[in-house]
């Protein structure tokens, strides 16, 4: 399987995946076994091969990366309630790691999903947009983080 | 509805008839479940204030005059204000609304609550879904063991009250 062919089929399960609602990240781990295979060829390309080799663009490898991470970590910690557990998991901090390669990715989401990653922008931006101590709104967080990625150009 | 087999892999030891009664959401957690209700996710968080944003966005709550460690003497301080005492037991009371904390093993650090129903549990899980469940079927090693139980006059059905909450926005 090329890694072009990776990537594609990534794309096209975290799209069906998206499409899903609020039982997306319980799918995903049900249909594991499946998709197993795929993540870690994807992973192992990942780790091995350039853009340059397979001539497909960085924001396509991006945005496999981001789901790979992102996907685990949903699946590693949706039980928690305790937060900090949450960002010590190593799928988040890969996350964190991918600094503004992950934006684009992060603002799909918001646009998609109730929520937004709200402690990932604070740590790759080093700033806060919402009011900590406040009472705010998340329609009101996510305004304030969609402006300042489209000002910034980070889309 | 059937338990996900993502679940199982967490919990290996929860019961065959354990049953999914609610779908998973991000906007509240199984304190504010146990309490009776399904708005904001309750937990200590770093900060001033008593909210803040959580790590998807939504309302997290924490009283400030308390501290924001989650230590089970702290939980139960927070507890006690929607007046809830400590019991004995893990025995259903008619007339009593009956919850269990959970802590990691060998450690008062409180890692889950469960509401206590007859011959039966009910749990939010994070910010997974709801279950029906054994209360010990869900011990292991991602919420440790039950260390305690609390009850109040009421009954199993929401009966939240929101002004303990409410008198803390500003």
Redesign the interface.
């Known amino acids: 399987m090329t890694k072009k062919e990776i990537i594609n089929e990534l794309s096209y399960h975290v799209k069906s995946v998206l499409e899903n609602e609020e039982h997306s990240y319980i799918s995903i781990v049900d249909k594991k076994e499946i998709y197993n295979d795929v993540m870690n060829e994807a992973s192992f390309a990942l780790k091995n091969k350039t853009s340059k080799d397979y001539k497909i663009s960085q924001r396509e490898i991006d945005r496999a990366e981001f789901f790979h991470f992102y996907n685990e970590w949903r699946n590693q910690t949706y039980v928690l309630s305790d937060e900090s557990l949450k960002e010590e998991n190593s799928n988040y901090k890969a996350l964190e790691q991918m600094g503004k390669r992950a934006v684009p990715f992060i603002y799909e989401l918001a646009k998609k999903e109730d929520g937004i990653l709200v402690r990932l922008l604070d740590k790759i931006y080093n700033c806060r947009l919402d009011e900590p101590g406040k009472y705010i709104s998340i329609n009101v967080i996510k305004n304030r983080w969609f402006k300042k990625i489209e000002e910034e150009g980070d889309i | 509805m059937k338990i996900?087999?993502?679940?199982r892999?967490?919990?290996p030891n929860l019961n065959k008839d354990a049953e999914m009664v609610g779908?998973?959401?991000?906007?509240y957690?199984?304190?504010m479940y146990a309490l009776g209700a399904n708005a904001w996710?309750i937990?200590p968080?770093d900060?001033?204030?008593?909210?803040?944003?959580?790590?998807?966005?939504?309302?997290?709550f924490w009283p400030?005059d308390l501290p924001k460690d989650?230590t089970l003497n702290n939980f139960l301080n927070l507890f006690k204000k929607f007046k809830y005492e400590l019991c004995d037991n893990d025995k259903f009371e008619s007339g009593f609304k009956k919850i269990a904390i959970f802590c990691k093993k060998n450690s008062d650090i409180v890692?889950?609550a469960a509401l206590i129903g007859k011959d039966f549990a009910l749990s939010k899980?994070?910010?997974?879904?709801i279950i029906r469940h054994s209360l010990y079927s869900i011990e292991g090693e991602?919420y440790g063991e039950v260390r305690c139980f609390i009850k109040r006059p009421g009954n199993i059905t929401k009966d939240f009250d929101i002004s303990v909450i409410t008198k803390y926005?500003?």
């Open positions: 996900p087999e993502s679940l892999i967490l919990f779908v998973p959401s991000e906007k957690n199984c304190i996710n937990w968080f900060g001033p204030g008593s909210f803040t944003a959580n790590i998807h966005g939504n309302k997290m400030e989650k890692t889950h899980l994070g910010e997974g879904p991602i926005i500003k």
